[in-house]
């Protein structure tokens, strides 16, 4: 263990990254509990408010930590004790910050809403990719280049150049999951790339608007996605991060007494 450890870890210089990570997500996961014990008025949790009961969203703390840790890596060069509490300040603002994704997207308090499943997807989303670098992937396929490659900066930037482009035209097809893992792992955004667009996206409006087969194709295929993986994501995420708020119906409309 310990022989891994030095290999993996302290030889590449991975221990901030790791600490960062821990850090995210461990914030995340106590905030998400903290909130979900506020919401359900249970502990000594309360929100907290300043002057004239402004609520301060838990955004505002994460900022200024992000901040401090960002800066204090940059201060302490990457090496020492600095380095290391610096990345795990920087870790729980991370965390505190991109809990409230979903708020800083909308400009509005959608926390608890359906539009605040994006927080919890972005957050699961960066654990997973900086989990891959941890593991030795590189963005573009970087680490897949031999030693001369990397020396020769023109294999090297074709290579990053063509793996980009591909995670861009995954992107395009409306798969945004494939095209960000895809950035870490190429072969994930060729499979996003060949395979039909979402019927919503950017390139089934450009190149199947004379094409009714493939827009049907798309169609059908989206509709079988969705049903197969929106329901086990949807229970995921509210396993993670809480049921949202079921959306509030339109007002019953007055009765005649009232209207008179």
């Known amino acids: 263990m310990g022989h891994w450890w030095e290999r993996n870890i302290t030889e590449p210089g991975k221990l901030p990254l790791l600490l960062a990570l821990t850090a995210f997500v461990l914030t995340f996961l106590i905030t998400r509990?903290?909130?979900?014990?506020?919401?359900?008025?249970k502990g000594p949790f309360r929100n907290i408010s300043g002057s004239g009961g402004v609520h301060i969203h838990h955004v505002v703390p994460g900022v200024l930590l992000t901040v401090a840790?960002?800066?204090g890596s940059v201060a302490s060069d990457g090496h020492?004790?600095?380095s290391l509490?610096?990345?795990?300040?920087?870790?729980m603002g991370a965390g505190l910050v991109l809990d409230e994704f979903a708020l800083i997207l909308h400009l509005d308090d959608v926390y608890w809403s359906e539009q605040g499943r994006k927080s919890v997807e972005m957050v699961v989303l960066t654990a997973?990719?900086?989990?891959?670098?941890?593991?030795?992937?590189?963005?573009?396929?970087?680490?897949?280049?031999?030693?001369?490659?990397l020396q020769d900066r023109g294999a090297?930037?074709?290579?990053?150049?063509?793996?980009?482009?591909?995670?861009?035209?995954a992107l395009s097809k409306g798969k945004a999951r494939t095209a960000i893992f895809g950035v870490v792992i190429?072969?994930?955004?060729?499979?996003?790339?060949?395979r039909l667009a979402r019927p919503t996206s950017a390139w089934a409006r450009r190149f199947y608007r004379r094409r009714p087969r493939a827009r049907a194709r798309a169609l059908l295929r989206s509709y079988r996605h969705d049903r197969r993986w929106s329901g086990p994501s949807r229970r995921l995420q509210d396993w993670i991060g809480g049921t949202p708020d079921l959306p509030s119906g339109p007002a019953p409309p007055p009765d005649?007494?009232?209207?008179r």
């Open 33 to 41: 509990l903290i909130t979900r014990l506020i919401r359900a008025g």
């Open 69 to 71: 840790g960002g800066f």
């Open 80 to 82: 020492g004790f600095g």
């Open 85 to 91: 509490f610096s990345a795990v300040i920087f870790g």
């Open 128 to 149: 997973a990719l900086v989990g891959l670098v941890l593991s030795g992937f590189l963005p573009f396929g970087v680490n897949d280049l031999s030693e001369e490659e």
């Open 156 to 169: 090297a930037l074709l290579t990053i150049g063509t793996n980009f482009l591909i995670a861009l035209v």
């Open 186 to 194: 190429p072969i994930i955004a060729v499979v996003g790339a060949v």
């Open 256 to 259: 005649r007494a009232e209207r």
